[in-house]
């Protein structure tokens, strides 16, 4: 079967560094993509992966081991605005998302 | 630009009845989805459309059908809703047809209570 996996729950400190794991099991692998989802709200596009290494974008990065089945979401300068769900997806052969549960990310100050 | 509307933003359904929930985008994207979203669990794909005309069953399609006349709606319907079907609904939209690996926008939700 398919699975993704990532922790349910994180807690930091505001202007520390976060890193949220996501670890996937999938028919094929056509990238993978992180949300960001505040509570009440929609999720939004974070970042996309389709090939291994590191993609950086502001105070978040994204990272891809496709051999390894493994990908990070790096969240630096953290500020309260960060605290929200953080959703990994993987698009398998059919290239439909596959979504983990999210962790919640609770900051504090 | 709205980008992704959705209504209601929530309704409180007794058990037996039919409901539509509604998509609307004006971003002229090729494909379309409606997600489930339950706690602790992740975004499960109900129906998705390629394109206006076509659709397609997700993971979890019983009791749900949708339909896509032209590009900017694609609505849901609960033919008998059921308490199972208590979630909040998500649609999206992508630009990729058949194929692609474009990213998904989300509408802001529809919060389903069924009693």
């Known amino acids: 079967g398919q699975n993704i996996d990532q922790p349910t729950e994180m807690t930091a400190t505001e202007g520390a560094i976060v890193q949220i794991n996501c670890t996937y099991q999938?028919?094929?692998?056509?990238?993978l993509f992180w949300y960001q989802q505040h509570a009440g709200e929609a999720p939004t596009f974070l970042s996309y992966n389709v090939l291994d290494g590191l993609e950086e974008k502001g105070r978040f990065s994204s990272f891809l081991s496709r051999s390894k089945g493994y990908s990070y979401l790096l969240l630096k300068e953290l500020q309260m605005k960060d605290s929200a769900s953080y959703l990994c997806?993987?698009?398998?052969?059919?290239?439909?998302?596959?979504w983990g549960a999210g962790t919640k990310l609770i900051i504090k100050p | 630009i709205a980008g992704i509307t959705q209504a209601p933003t929530s309704q409180i359904l007794a058990a037996g009845r039919r409901m539509t929930l509604r998509c609307t985008q004006d971003m002229r994207h090729n494909a379309m989805y409606w997600y489930r979203q339950d706690l602790g669990l992740g975004l499960r794909l109900i129906h998705y459309s390629n394109t206006a005309g076509t659709t397609g069953k997700g993971e979890v399609p019983d009791g749900y059908s949708v339909s896509r006349a032209n590009t900017d709606d694609f609505p849901l319907t609960l033919a008998s809703a059921v308490p199972s079907q208590t979630s909040v609904y998500f649609c999206?939209?992508?630009?990729?047809?058949?194929?692609?690996?474009?990213?998904?926008?989300f509408g802001p939700g529809t919060r389903l209570t069924v009693l």
């Open positions: 999206a939209s992508s630009d990729s047809m058949e194929g692609g690996a474009d990213t998904q926008y």
């Open positions: 999938t028919s094929g692998f056509n990238g």
């Open positions: 997806a993987v698009m398998d052969s059919n290239y439909q998302l596959i």
